[in-house]
């Protein structure tokens, strides 16, 4: 799989992110279909059908992420 730009994924989730907020507060058609455009932009570079999975993915793939997990070191 083709994987995105980090400042791709950075520019493309502040951008889904400005919008829902925008939309939360004004709404809108335009709002909305710029939003769903980001979107679907979103799912692409990550690979994901989801905009909610696509902004988790993206997360995890911009610079500096899991530099504080550790979820995977043993307990106990």
Do not use: F, I, K, W
């Amino acid at each position: 799989m083709l994987m995105a730009h980090p400042a791709l994924l950075a520019r493309t989730l502040t951008q889904y992110e400005t919008l829902r907020a925008l939309h939360a507060e004004r709404g809108g058609a335009a709002v909305q279909q710029r939003m769903d455009d980001v979107a679907y932009t979103l799912c692409l570079a990550t690979g994901t059908n989801d905009v909610d999975a696509a902004v988790v993915a993206a997360r995890l793939r911009l610079p500096g992420a899991r530099t504080r997990d550790d979820s995977l070191l043993a307990t106990g």
